[in-house]
């Protein structure tokens, strides 16, 4: 078994800001000390197949280095190698957003490189959305309705402004306001609504420093509903500020919920997006697998 760490590069993530940037990080960590065996990525969902592939062959230390969706896609195929309870996984956040270890306290490349060579871990849940077609697996949070157009958006016009491209996508996805109906069940209650907004987290924060779920925790076993009813334009820009902060929670059109298990009431095939990646999927439930991965922090 090996003890190098297989680092896994997106170097189109962060709209190419990562194909720059790598190259320097990971010759730091070489410098300090640290055993690595490079890997880049192809094409969308690559960085899956090379992890599988990877743990078969023995490696149980892992560096994806790219965005959330990097990571995310290392996360299923480590899922799907059987041995994701073996692994550890660290972060070189050098994508859009880098939300997720933000719950960390890392909001830099060199303050991620230090977390690196300290090599302290905790355990951290994974999530897993059952759709139709099978099974996704992510780390910090699935939004859908108003969410999963701001980040199609993002995606397809504003990677390359990073984070700030979230906040631009916002302020034109309000113009074009939509709402939907969604029916969610729980285990002991259900939730049929019109909302502009569903948010199922594991992590606090999206789009970068946006606190979407500002009571969560990456190892408590549950995941946080975050949901916003039909807000006015003015309503919903009043609790885009309030995002950041976290207090969005607190108006009266926004309700949460800490579960286990949600299950989607006759969902229609609809963008979800998770961990800033866009997918097309009809959802059927998201389930919650406690301490299911070591996190490098």
């Known amino acids: 078994m090996s003890s190098a760490y297989y680092a896994i590069v997106n170097r189109a993530a962060g709209g190419g800001r990562c194909a720059k940037a790598a190259p320097e990080a990971l010759n730091a960590l070489e410098r300090r000390g640290l055993s690595l065996e490079v890997a880049f990525t192809e094409e969308p969902k690559h960085a899956t197949e090379l992890a599988r592939r990877a743990a078969s062959n023995g490696y149980r230390r892992f560096l994806s280095v790219g965005g959330d969706g990097t990571a995310a896609e290392v996360v299923n195929g ?95 996805c309000v113009m074009r306001l939509r709402y939907e109906e969604s029916t969610l069940r729980y285990a002991d209650a259900t939730d049929e609504a019109r909302t502009v907004l569903s948010s199922f987290s594991n992590s606090q924060y999206t789009g970068g420093s946006m606190r979407m779920a500002p009571d969560a925790k990456v190892d408590d076993g549950l995941l946080d509903v975050v949901r916003a009813g039909p807000l006015r334009r003015a309503a919903l820009v009043t609790a885009f500020a309030r995002i950041f902060a976290g207090t969005h929670t607190d108006l009266n059109q926004v309700w949460t919920r800490q579960v286990d298990r949600v299950e989607f009431v006759n969902p229609s095939f609809q963008a979800v997006l998770i961990d800033g990646d866009l997918h097309h999927v009809k959802p059927l439930a998201i389930d919650v697998l406690p301490s299911a991965i070591q996190l490098v922090t």
């Open 78 to 172: 480590l899922v799907a190698s059987g041995v994701v309870s073996e692994c550890e996984l660290a972060m070189l956040p050098l994508g859009t957003g880098n939300s997720f270890l933000r719950d960390f306290g890392i909001t830099d490349l060199e303050v991620a490189v230090q977390a690196i060579v300290r090599g302290t871990s905790t355990p951290v849940d994974v999530l897993r959305l059952t759709h139709e077609g099978g099974v996704i697996h992510f780390i910090n949070t699935m939004g859908t309705g108003f969410v999963a157009r701001v980040g199609e958006l993002t995606n397809e016009r504003f990677k390359f402004l990073g984070a700030a491209g979230y906040v631009v996508a916002v302020l034109i």
